[in-house]
């Protein structure tokens, strides 16, 4: 994008009203989809944007058209589905939830069976031990990472569907994002935020180590402990120096150094717990959304003429 460019993304929402939401980058209302009879948990949108995938407690996962806002594909599943994933090509969808197995669908064939991605330990046919908060992507690798209440991060080869390596966090999982720009999984469980190479580890089994050092320079893997209960983080996609986080325990948005997690902002105006941030592709600006029902947008540099903030 040059500099004299407006910005092209798009901002896709999930909402308790069973109703997501398609919005331009100035947060203007495009679409809505409606399908769903229950809470809508998860909203992915296509690489291309052409296609949006939801995950619902209506127990079925939902493939739209962007354009038309028409359901392309319903994939009933057994239980709540709590994550959705969209290959980068748009041809396959992973989802995930309350029934513990990651189903991976091929939507050439939409009407064929979905193959189960199974952890290697125990003889139980789960993905995880407990409900799965997050499955990701890995378009370089053809791999994916999923996260679960069973304090487990596992990665998964897709083309075998068989589990590779596997990762124990020492506090229940709260949400686990991927950051395409800087291939690095951000994982927040308790107070404790951990950035997280997105490439597997070295070893098949490995624990999260604890917080960084503050006279240590952070290395690939870096943990850090914030003094609240983090719901959701985001790492700028450019300069990678600041990370944004928000919390169930009030209904403040803040920006922290990513070195030494030290606090640089805060920001005020929701009134609710705050469940997810996430920066804009260009690191412009950043969303949150809150139990308040409200989605904001906030500038990273206060003042500097871009999009809804225009020079006087």
């Known amino acids: 994008m040059q500099d004299d460019e407006e910005p092209n993304y798009l901002l896709v929402s999930s909402c308790k009203d069973g109703n997501p939401m398609l919005r331009d980058w100035t947060g203007d209302w495009i679409g809505t989809f409606i399908g769903h009879k229950g809470a809508v948990w998860s909203t992915k949108l296509s690489a291309d944007t052409s296609k949006a995938a939801t995950g619902s407690a209506d127990f079925t996962a939902k493939v739209w058209d962007t354009y038309s806002g028409g359901v392309l594909h319903s ?11 969209i290959s980068p090509n748009a041809s396959h969808l992973l989802t995930a939830g309350h029934e513990k197995k990651i189903r991976l669908f091929d939507l050439a064939k939409p009407d064929a069976e979905p193959s189960f991605l199974y952890k290697r330990e125990g003889d139980a046919k789960v993905s995880h031990d407990g409900t799965i908060k997050s499955v990701v992507w890995d378009r370089a690798r053809a791999m994916a990472v999923s996260c679960g209440d069973d304090k487990m991060v596992r990665w998964w080869d897709l083309r075998s569907q068989k589990e590779t390596h596997s990762m124990s966090v020492p506090d229940p999982i709260i949400s686990m994002e991927l950051s395409v720009p800087m291939e690095t ?5 308790g107070k404790t935020v951990a950035f997280i190479p997105l490439e597997a580890p070295p070893s098949t089994t490995s624990a999260l180590p604890a917080p960084t050092p503050a006279e240590m320079e952070p290395g690939p893997l870096h943990v850090l402990r914030l003094p609240y209960n983090v719901s959701s983080a985001s790492i700028h996609p450019i300069w990678g120096d600041r990370f944004i986080t928000g919390s169930t325990d009030d209904p403040w948005v803040r920006v922290h150094g990513y070195q030494h997690g030290e606090e ?8 609710g717990p705050v469940h997810c941030v996430e ?9 949150s959304g809150s139990e308040d029902g ?5 500038q990273t540099t206060p003042g500097k003429a871009y999009g809804l903030w225009r020079a006087a």
Do not use: Q
């Open 75 to 85: 994939f009933p599943h057994n239980h709540i589905v709590r994550t959705v994933s």
């Open 185 to 189: 999984l951000c994982l927040t469980a």
């Open 264 to 271: 640089r902002e805060m920001y005020k105006g929701h009134h």
């Open 279 to 287: 920066y804009s592709p260009d690191g412009e600006m950043y969303a």
């Open 294 to 298: 409200t989605i904001r947008l906030w």
